[in-house]
């Protein structure tokens, strides 16, 4: 790293401005919707695409033959991912209906999608008040977001042959990535086109239980619709009501395939090039099937037995689904409900905000720590507790059979306490901010929503409920918000090493 | 048979002066007072040179040679010496190397290098501690055929499951054969009738996968928690003593001084607690409960270390001292004064290269208890007295004693049962009884 003086933020831009060209194609999809629905919103969605085109060609032209080194990696992914929000909030700031026309709400709506958090600042969520075409956007907006950008780039680009991996290591949520092939494209596309075959798959079944008459409210546009943010554990949905609006059987096939969502999709290539049992053998997924499975008993058996709030003793059946529903959902980021948790039970809800700080797997469309990272805590502090009994003791920490390197778990415990430290600071700035207009909000709602935007999750408790919005939080807030989420998406370090003075200078 | 040894270390002396009366042994070395040392010591042509150069392996008589032992002290020539030797003439090589991944690059596929034998020093004597330190649950494991095929020979406790039964109602697994009771000194070949006690010693082929669901049936009455390991030095032999006691179920201990070589022996054994101390440390020794130990192995590098640590062990309370010893003059000395065993890694080798030099047609070998018998592995010529026909047909020509463990036939391994049909070019591992060993392997 000596070698460079400075970050040469020309190349970088120039990337940025190559990513946001491509990226502009994307507003073709609700381009698409709006000419089927008649044209609604048809000359907002044309104006957007041709703007964010034009800003990609003109800042492309910086640097015409742009070679970021790896320096520039974390510039070239903080920024694209910024320019995508502000690029992506045009639409619904044009469109100008209900409460996300205001910039600051567009800004935090569009950084909610890319980032797959979920959370949302529309006070009336349905296709009535906003045209078919916004709310498809905001749909794509996730999907977009939930395998990344900067993958999708490396997946179409040939330019980032080179540079790619350092881009995809930036951006792909977990330490570390595993070149797949030896060509860095190559793995980017493996990785979409699992991402792709799922989300595909997920529709058809969708609409087969519109057809065979299960789901009456599963139109193909809300299939499509759903399709688009559950395989990315994003959360959106344009149901006001999110899944409540579904039938149990609906409800039923979305928890395979948020659970999907969750787990590393490096995986499913591994089983399709004839390793079939690396899905089993995996530590990471065991943990998070055992996680996910031990955390649904305990909220089936809450939800069962609990006596207060909108408990479900009156069927098994219904108490198993919402927290099977609610444990993954809430577990690994997506954030959808099926049921309006916050009437549920004290106990309930403290499981779920449990939950919240556990996140999906490596390499998974998921947010939040992370069970990788959670395994490589555990184990490294038993160790602590081990040498601490036998001092001369030399214990390596072992994952999936291989040991891992010193400096990787020092990374890993510098994660979690910097994204604990973060955590706790966002609490603190939200109760200044609110209390500073006067914004009546309970402790808990302040609390979920600091790990529900920095976890990328979405709905937190009371006023920021899975039935509730954002919308009544001060500018500042929402502000921090949107960092947080920006924050959370990359893991951090890639944003703050923005916020260093070390990083622009030697 | 003319032998060409090629190094006239340790290694290379000792089995010169064991071949000098059977065979013509020519030994070549690089150093020319050693050459001319042996010339008068030993009956044996010594010549001056490079074993890698076809020249001095042709001035050796390569031509007429029947076997070729590459055992410097330098791995990477003696597999080059093969190479060279396999070059210049049809002849057997043997080659001795220290390090244990080249033996795992060369098994992985055989024939690699232009080795057909290979020899690994550290791994040896690693395995030749393990089967002397005489503890309760010792298996003796042996592989073939490229790793499909695995003998493995263990102890019968008295509450193991298939103590008091049937071989027929013992053998639960679809690709696994019983080849061999041993009990007490008796040898019994097993027969469908044939009982399994408590004491017995059983000899099983099998895939890799049977072998080890058999022995987890066997062992799973066995308390390993009684067998404490202590391994002072993290050598290479100390290592791969190590790993011998893992992978037989031992969670032995290492003792490493090293800060880096102890990380390395963690990072490398998953099942060993490796501790990063002086061994020399009373204070430590007795904190972590060492006067329990059931056996120390002392694989420090220097025999007077090993001798140290050994005595140290003693006055303890530690039941069994095995010391690793260069040496050989050494290693009388030791046991004088307390030492249980002493291990020359050189002798071990020697020793083996001989053994191996004693049957040439056969591709593996592995003594079973101590040469009452062997699992010998061939590969099936035209010729043969089981080539092409059923192995009961087969079987009844041959002497008693007889067992085929398994067949491998072009990298699929297959359960001999009565009716199958061994076919030329097969890979077949056969247990044989040593009494008949020369009567079988004229005729197979």
């Known amino acids: 790293m000596g070698r460079r003086l400075y970050v040469d933020w020309r190349a970088g831009l120039a990337l940025v401005g190559t990513l946001l060209a491509l990226l502009s194609i994307a507003f073709v999809l609700p381009i698409l919707v709006s000419l089927w629905y008649g044209g609604e919103d048809l000359l907002e969605f044309v104006v957007s695409m041709v703007v964010t085109a034009a800003f990609g060609l003109v800042l492309r032209e910086l640097d015409p033959n742009p070679k970021p080194g790896a320096r520039e990696a974390f510039f070239v992914v903080a920024f694209t991912w910024l320019f995508a929000t502000l690029f992506g909030a045009l639409p619904y700031i044009l469109a100008g209906t209900g409460s996300i026309a205001q910039p600051i709400n567009a800004i935090f709506e569009s950084m909610s999608g890319f980032t797959t958090t979920g959370a949302t600042v529309m006070e009336t969520i349905s296709v009535e008040e906003h045209s078919h075409a916004i709310m498809m956007w905001r749909q794509l907006t996730q999907w977009l977001g939930g395998m990344g950008i900067i993958v999708l780039a490396v997946a179409i680009l040939s330019q980032l042959a080179v540079g790619g991996a350092q881009l995809m290591e930036a951006e792909t949520p977990g330490p570390g990535i595993s070149k797949l092939t030896p060509h860095i494209a190559e793995t980017a596309r493996v990785l979409w086109f699992a991402y792709l075959g799922f989300t595909v798959l997920f529709i058809v079944l969708l609409y087969c239980l519109q057809i065979t008459g299960y789901a009456t409210e599963m139109t193909l546009y809300n299939a499509i619709a759903h399709g688009l943010t559950a395989l990315p554990t994003g959360g959106f949905s344009p149901e006001g009501a999110s899944i409540a609006a579904f039938s149990?059987?609906?409800?039923?096939?979305?928890?395979?395939?948020?659970?999907?969502?969750?787990?590393?999709?490096?995986?499913?290539?591994?089983?399709?090039?004839?390793?079939?049992?690396?899905?089993?053998?995996?530590?990471?997924?065991?943990?998070?099937?055992?996680?996910?499975?031990?955390?649904?008993?305990?909220?089936?058996?809450?939800?069962?037995?609990?006596t207060t709030g909108a408990g479900f003793s009156d069927s098994i059946e219904s108490a198993f689904r919402h927290a099977a529903f609610q444990i993954v959902s809430m577990m690994n980021s997506t954030g959808y409900a099926s049921t309006d948790f916050n009437n549920w039970a004290g106990p309930a809800q403290a499981l779920l905000l449990f939950v919240m700080f556990l996140g999906g797997s490596t390499g998974s469309t998921g947010g939040g720590i992370k069970m990788l990272r959670w395994l490589v805590i555990l184990k490294s502090l038993r160790r602590e507790v081990f040498t601490s009994i036998h001092p001369e003791a030399v214990r390596p920490v072992r994952m999936n059979g291989s040991v891992l390197d010193e400096d990787a778990i020092r990374g890993i415990h510098a994660f979690t306490l910097l994204y604990f430290?973060?955590?706790?600071?966002?609490?603190?700035?939200?109760?200044?901010?609110?209390?500073?207009?006067?914004?009546?909000?309970?402790?808990?709602?302040?609390?979920s929503a600091s790990i529900a935007t920095l976890g990328n999750i979405g709905p937190g408790f009371g006023a920021v409920g899975p039935m509730e919005?954002?919308?009544?939080?001060?500018?500042?807030?929402?502000?921090?918000?949107?960092?947080?989420?920006?924050?959370?998406?990359?893991?951090?370090?890639?944003?703050?090493?923005?916020?260093?003075?070390?990083?622009?200078?030697? | 048979m003319r032998v060409i040894v090629v190094g006239a270390g340790r290694v290379g002396r000792s089995i010169a002066a064991n071949l000098e009366q059977t065979h013509e042994v020519v030994v070549v070395d690089r150093d020319g007072d050693t050459v001319e040392e042996l010339t008068y010591s030993l009956d044996v042509l010594a010549i001056q040179g490079d074993g890698t150069e076809i020249g001095t392996l042709q001035e050796a008589g390569i031509e007429q040679a029947g076997l070729v032992i590459a055992c410097t002290d330098n791995d990477e020539s003696n597999v080059v010496i093969c190479g060279a030797a396999k070059a210049a003439g049809e002849t057997f090589t043997i080659a001795r190397v220290r390090?244990?991944?080249?033996?795992?690059?060369?098994?992985?596929s055989q024939e690699a290098f232009g080795v057909d034998f290979m020899v690994c020093m550290d791994l040896l004597t690693a395995q030749t501690i393990f089967r002397i330190s005489g503890l309760p649950a010792a298996q003796d494991v042996k592989m073939f055929a490229g790793g499909l095929v695995r003998m493995v020979e263990f102890g019968i406790g008295p509450n193991s499951p298939v103590a008091n039964s049937t071989v027929s109602e013992a053998d639960q697994y679809d690709s696994l054969t019983f080849a061999a009771i041993f009990r007490d000194d008796e040898m019994i070949v097993a027969t469908g009738e044939t009982d399994i006690r408590a004491g017995d010693r059983v000899v099983v082929i099998g895939s890799p996968d049977s072998v080890t669901g058999f022995a987890d049936d066997i062992v799973c009455t066995h308390d390993n928690?009684?067998?404490e390991v202590v391994i002072v030095g993290g050598s290479e032999i100390g290592f791969q003593t190590a790993r011998e006691f893992e992978e037989h179920g031992f969670h032995p201990r290492l003792i490493e001084q090293e800060h880096d070589r102890a990380r390395e022996c963690a990072e490398k054994l998953p099942n060993t607690m490796v501790m990063e101390n002086d061994a020399t440390d009373a204070e430590f020794l007795s904190r972590e409960h060492v006067d329990e130990a059931d056996i120390v192995v002392a694989a420090l590098d220097g025999d007077e270390k090993n001798l140290l640590v050994s005595l140290l062990a003693r006055r303890l309370g530690v039941d069994r001292t095995v010391a690793v010893i260069e040496n050989h003059e050494y290693a009388e000395l030791f046991e004088t004064v307390g030492i249980d065993v002493a291990v020359n890694p050189r002798e071990v080798t020697a020793e083996e290269i001989v053994r191996f030099t004693r049957t040439d047609k056969t591709e593996k070998i592995a003594m079973v208890e101590r040469d009452r018998a062997e699992v010998i592995e061939i590969e099936v010529s035209e010729d043969s007295v089981l080539t092409g026909r059923q192995i009961a047909d087969a079987t009844a020509e041959l002497p008693d004693g007889v067992v085929i463990g398994a067949i491998s036939r072009s990298g699929e391994l297959i359960t001999p049962r009565g009716t199958t049909v061994i076919q030329p070019g097969d890979h077949v591992v056969v247990f044989v009884d040593a009494a008949?060993?020369?009567?079988?392997s004229r005729v197979i």
């Open chain 2, 436 to 440: 008949v060993l020369d009567t079988v």
């Open chain 1, 421 to 447: 430290v973060l955590f706790f600071v966002g609490i603190l700035l939200l109760a200044v901010d609110t209390a500073r207009i006067g914004y009546n909000i309970g402790t808990i709602d302040l609390v």
């Open chain 2, 225 to 227: 928690s009684t067998d």
């Open chain 1, 248 to 306: 149990p059987v609906v409800q039923w096939l979305f928890v395979p395939f948020m659970f999907i969502a969750g787990i590393n999709f490096v995986l499913w290539w591994h089983m399709i090039s004839g390793d079939r049992w690396a899905l089993v053998r995996d530590t990471e997924f065991r943990f998070y099937l055992g996680a996910a499975t031990l955390f649904t008993l305990i909220g089936t058996g809450i939800l069962f037995f609990e």
């Open chain 1, 469 to 506: 919005n954002y919308a009544s939080f001060p500018w500042s807030s929402k502000l921090l918000m949107v960092l947080y989420m920006w924050l959370g998406r990359l893991e951090i370090f890639p944003v703050l090493v923005l916020l260093t003075q070390a990083y622009w200078r030697s």
């Open chain 2, 99 to 108: 390090r244990r991944t080249l033996l795992e690059t060369w098994t992985g």
